[in-house]
């Protein structure tokens, strides 16, 4: 296929295999493509039948030897499915956490930050109130720092989620403290955390269960 722009005859690695609105695997359906001074950029259009959506394949040339695939065009975000014991213990939890995954699908990872901080904010706390539910307004009222530190018994989860506050903490101010850690990091340790507040819920739950 030749191109339009500088260069119509160019090389490239691979076609997308993942479409960016309904997330499933696909052989795209190739149609133009743009060589210009950004890159080259291909339009493809979803071969899924109930899909049928257009996208863009953007590449990058960094060895002047052959284009390859940096990804596509920002499609449709696809939201992360919790258990039925987080959904339950927080759902604002859950809303919250995928807002910031929003926005970081679109790129906006200064505001995806503090949005993830947010979100383990609603899930310690929600968590503390099951457990304490005479606590609510106490619990409510503190910071999530004073929260861990002094109503957080299963140490591991203390662990986590105190490590998950410092990173939290540095998306939302202007010197960061942790400058080897970034957002992945701070995701990871809100799984941890995610963890151990499921392993506790789910042993209660069982312990119930079966006496």
Not at 2 to 24: L, R, V
Not at 83 to 104: G, H, K, R
Not at 141 to 148: M, R
Not at 172 to 183: G, L, N, V
């Amino acid at each position: 296929m030749s191109f339009q722009g500088h260069n119509p005859k160019i090389n490239y690695d691979t076609e997308p295999n993942k479409c960016p609105f309904c997330h499933n695997k696909i052989t795209p359906r190739k149609y133009n493509g743009y060589n210009g001074d950004f890159g080259l950029e291909i339009i493809y259009r979803c071969s899924n039948e109930e899909c049928q959506r257009i996208f863009i394949g953007i590449y990058e040339n960094k060895d002047n030897k052959i284009f390859r695939l940096s990804g596509t065009s920002i499609g449709m975000h696809e939201p992360r499915i919790f258990s039925d014991i987080i959904n339950s213990l927080s759902s604002n939890f859950v809303e919250i956490y995928n807002q910031a995954l929003t926005s970081e699908h679109y790129k906006l990872e200064h505001l995806s930050g503090m949005g993830y901080r947010k979100a383990l904010e609603f899930l310690i706390k929600d968590y503390l109130i099951s457990r304490f539910p005479d606590k609510e307004k106490i619990i409510k009222d503190k910071f999530l720092g004073k929260c861990i530190k002094e109503d957080v018994d299963n140490k591991n989860l203390k662990d986590m989620a105190e490590r998950a506050a410092w990173l939290g903490n540095d998306e939302t101010h202007y010197i960061r403290k942790w400058e080897t850690k970034d957002i992945n990091d701070l995701k990871k340790l809100i799984d941890v955390s995610l963890h151990w507040i499921e392993m506790e819920l789910l042993t209660e739950q069982y312990k119930e269960e079966m006496v």
